[in-house]
């Protein structure tokens, strides 16, 4: 974004919009995180190590992205080096989210077609080698770009300054290539894991006598996963939609670029996890037993305050 045709308001606006939306954003999905860490009933289910790793990765994505968004405006020229590691973690938590919901989604499939097998398959130590693979498998990719850098220019460019954004930086067409390839492989796979768990689970709902009731819910759950694929894929829809709109309002650049940059980044860091943890009836009840008890020592503290 290019923050230099922005009058101080309407920067001092985005940015408070931003920063404000994330503070409500972390807090809302922070909820969830201390929910987990306070009952050691979700440790021993990969299910909510999968949920929860998801929850705390976008939570790092949404840091990354607000304080880059604010950066971008307080220093407009920022240390390469220093922009590459921020693009290298932001990247990599930004491609993390569509890995993991496939996980999530093999999950549900095996707990419901494979039920006997589940507690070996998805065991507490296979759920943390899996997420240590998805942190691997897309840390590598955002690595290369730095690589690639470095073998088409000199070790000089890491002590310039540029605009800190990954077009910006990234622009080659070794950049483009590595993107479109990697992309289009991880994201095809994630697709037809939901498509394939879902048809399976379809399956074995019209099969079962006993537990249809389960596997209607693990049905539901993995559609939801496809809803949330989808949020995440506004990212990458995000580019197309710029041109669209820049080329109908070349006069407000900067608006259309931050309205895309807030759905596309910012609000489904919210809706992602917030639809999956609240239909989840044990999650919930957690939560909501959490908020009642926050809400009541509230009460408490402001009728002694006033006594």
């Given at each position: 974004m290019n923050s230099s045709r922005d009058t101080f308001e309407d920067a001092f606006m985005k940015n408070f919009i931003a920063v404000g939306l994330g503070v409500i954003i972390t807090y809302i999905n922070g909820i969830f995180v201390v929910t987990f860490f306070k009952h050691p009933v979700f440790y021993t289910d990969s299910r909510y190590i999968l949920y929860i790793h998801l929850v705390i990765n976008d939570i790092t994505m949404l840091f990354l992205s607000v304080f880059m968004q604010v950066l971008s405006y307080t220093v407009p020229l920022l240390n390469v080096t220093v922009c590459s590691v921020l693009l290298l973690f932001a990247s990599t938590t930004s491609e993390n989210s569509p890995l993991n919901l496939a996980g999530m989604a093999i999950e549900r499939y095996i707990a419901i077609c494979k039920p006997l097998h589940h507690p070996l398959m998805c065991s507490v130590n296979r759920t943390y080698i899996l997420i240590g693979l998805i942190w691997f498998l897309n840390f590598v990719p955002a690595l290369t770009d730095i690589i690639i850098l470095l073998v088409n220019g000199p070790l000089s460019i890491f002590s310039t300054s540029v605009i800190c954004y990954s077009k910006n930086l990234y622009g080659s067409n070794q950049h483009l290539m590595r993107s479109i390839f990697v992309e289009s492989i991880y994201l095809s796979c994630v697709f037809v894991t939901l498509i394939c768990t879902y048809i399976k689970v379809l399956q074995a709902a019209k099969a079962a006598t006993s537990d249809?009731?389960?596997?209607?819910?693990?049905?539901?759950?993995?559609?939801?996963?496809?809803?949330?694929?989808?949020?995440?894929?506004?990212?990458?829809?995000?580019?197309?939609?710029?041109?669209?709109?820049?080329?109908?309002?070349?006069?407000?650049?900067?608006?259309?670029?931050?309205?895309?940059?807030?759905?596309?980044?910012?609000?489904?860091?919210?809706?992602?996890?917030?639809?999956?943890?609240?239909?989840?009836?044990?999650?919930?009840?957690?939560?909501?037993?959490?908020?009642?008890?926050?809400?009541?020592?509230?009460?408490?503290?402001?009728?002694?305050?006033?006594?």
């Open positions: 249809q009731v389960s596997a209607r819910k693990a049905q539901k759950t993995i559609l939801l996963h496809g809803l949330q694929l989808l949020l995440c894929m506004l990212a990458y829809v995000a580019p197309f939609v710029n041109y669209f709109f820049l080329s109908l309002f070349p006069k407000n650049r900067t608006t259309v670029l931050f309205t895309t940059y807030l759905l596309s980044n910012i609000l489904p860091r919210l809706l992602s996890p917030l639809i999956y943890g609240l239909r989840d009836h044990k999650m919930f009840r957690y939560v909501k037993r959490y908020l009642t008890c926050s809400l009541f020592s509230s009460k408490i503290e402001i009728n002694m305050t006033k006594s």
